[in-house]
């Protein structure tokens, strides 16, 4: 079994080694690293050996404590499948759990950097982000024939379009002019101010500044852009309007005609499993997928990118237990035979065919498959949807397959971002202003509360009750999206 996992990631000289030489580096500045730890973990550098397989070459803080599970799984994590040819430079990011604190830890010792910030974006003790830049290309002086190493920054901040933009600068630099480069930036961002919600901040960073907004939890949805934009008058300021916010238009292309059944799984911790070519791909759609619920936080685990040396990877691939609450997103071909008792699998495309191709929804039979026995690009699942489908929002999109093209393609791709967020926040906003008004119902009145005595408790929460109380409105729980709410009601609060 071992050695199928080995060849189904491209055999035994793929796997990094469990105890890598590191490259020792001391840069430590005289008033040390913290300010750094309010922003990053720590910046590695993985590379390919011959003896050893995937290694860390370098971290730095030299003397920031990861765990050995932690530096395996950056290994892993640091390079594509070998299936994917990603040939040239590949950026995407990963999410792992974390076995310890580590020393510095951003966010587990500066959480008052975080006072006011949305529970989306505050830091997660129990997990690191990495945000991956990979380059490979042919070098007949090496004895492989290929240059692989990787720029992986680490982080407990779900940050994921500034990380994203800031590796984007910093790998290339690394590549072309060596360590020294990479010892700079690490200079600069201890340099930084913390990241403190609702103020703008201007972040220095190898000849470039970069300027950004933390947003607070009180910030009313506005028509927030991604991507990142240079200043005509000042080429070396770039800000970044947005400091998390995915592509969703883009990241849900395949899946998008049957947007409200993908906002159900989410809103109820449903299994998913996210099949594409590429980890920039798989890790793009797993982000978007989990914040189609805003202001809700993803409670679930999630794994934008996953391979078969995980360590939880015997766990959701048995077949003897459900599937747990998770959504992954892997490239491997290998979890195509693996995964195939998931209940929900998106496959997504490469993100040049039209959306209202997409797949029927999955049987458990061959429908859905192509002639070669490979799923289509779209969502496959046996689930019923219990709300209906929002044809005018389709239209817009131009993602109904019922009654024309829509506007959607004539729709600059920031507008059709904006689309999304509005319909995604509005049926999460809509679903959530029953449970706030109940449970305020099921707190003590302020006659009742007194400073001399114990603080009074919280009224149980009665499903019965809350279920009751819902039928009493009909339809009044949402006007714009019909459905039976109630059964989804059910589901949500039993989970």
């Known amino acids: 079994f071992v050695w199928l996992n080995m060849a189904a990631e491209g055999g035994t000289d793929a796997l990094p080694s469990q105890e890598p030489q590191l490259r020792p580096v001391d840069i430590t500045p005289s008033g040390g690293w913290d300010t750094f730890y309010h922003w990053l973990c720590c910046v590695c550098v993985v590379t390919f050996d011959l003896e050893l397989g995937q290694a860390l070459e370098t971290v730095l803080p030299a003397d920031y404590a990861l765990s050995d599970a932690e530096k395996a799984n950056i290994c892993y994590l640091a390079f594509p499948d070998s299936n994917s040819g990603c040939m040239g430079d590949t950026q995407y990011h990963f999410r792992i759990r974390s076995s310890g604190t580590g020393m510095g830890g951003t966010g587990v010792r500066h959480t008052r950097d975080h006072y006011g910030a949305p529970a989306v974006l505050l830091p997660d003790s129990g997990h690191y982000y990495g945000f991956v830049y990979f380059r490979q290309s042919k070098d007949a002086d090496i004895k492989r024939g290929y240059f692989q190493k990787s720029v992986v920054l680490v982080s407990r901040l779900p940050y994921i379009n500034l990380f994203t933009y800031l590796v984007q600068k910093i790998a290339p630099e690394y590549f072309s002019s060596g360590l020294p480069s990479l010892e700079a930036a690490c200079y600069n961002m201890n340099q930084w101010p913390h990241p403190h919600p609702g103020e703008i901040l201007q972040l220095p960073l190898l000849g470039f500044i970069v300027q950004l907004r933390v947003p607070m939890k009180t910030d009313k949805p506005t028509q927030v852009k991604t991507g990142y934009e240079v200043s005509v008058k000042s080429p070396t300021l770039v800000t970044l309007p947005s400091i998390h916010d995915p592509e969703l238009y883009m990241a849900l292309q395949p899946i998008l005609d049957k947007f409200e059944l993908i906002w159900e799984l989410v809103l109820t911790n449903q299994p998913i499993v996210v099949m594409a070519n590429s980890p920039t791909i798989c890790s793009n759609m797993v982000q978007a997928l989990v914040s189609l619920i805003h202001p809700l936080t993803y409670t679930a685990d999630y794994r934008p990118y996953f391979t078969i040396h995980d360590t939880e990877f015997k766990n959701y691939t048995t077949r003897t237990q459900t599937p747990p609450q998770v959504i992954l997103g892997v490239t491997n071909p290998f979890f195509a035979k693996a995964l195939d008792h998931w209940p929900h699998i998106i496959k997504a495309g490469d993100h040049t065919s039209s959306i209202a191709n997409g797949a029927d929804e999955y049987r458990g039979t061959s429908r859905g498959r192509s002639l070669e026995g490979e799923l289509k690009p779209g969502l496959h699942t046996k689930y ?51 449970l706030e008004k109940y449970i305020a119902g099921l707190s003590p009145l302020t006659k009742n509360v007194n400073l001399w005595r114990p603080p009074p408790q919280l009224a149980p929460f009665n499903v019965e009750q809350f279920l009751h109380i819902l039928e009493g409105l009909g339809t009044q729980i949402m006007d714009t999206v019909k459905g039976n709410w109630i059964d989804l009601y059910s589901v949500f609060v039993t989970i």
């Open 384 to 434: 019923k949807a219990l709300l209906q489908k929002d044809k005018m929002f389709l239209k817009m999109l131009g993602s109904y397959k019922g009654g024309g093209g829509g506007a959607g393609g004539k729709r600059p791709m920031e507008a059709l971002n904006v689309m999304i967020k509005k319909q995604a926040l509005q049926l999460t906003t809509g679903f959530i202003t029953p």
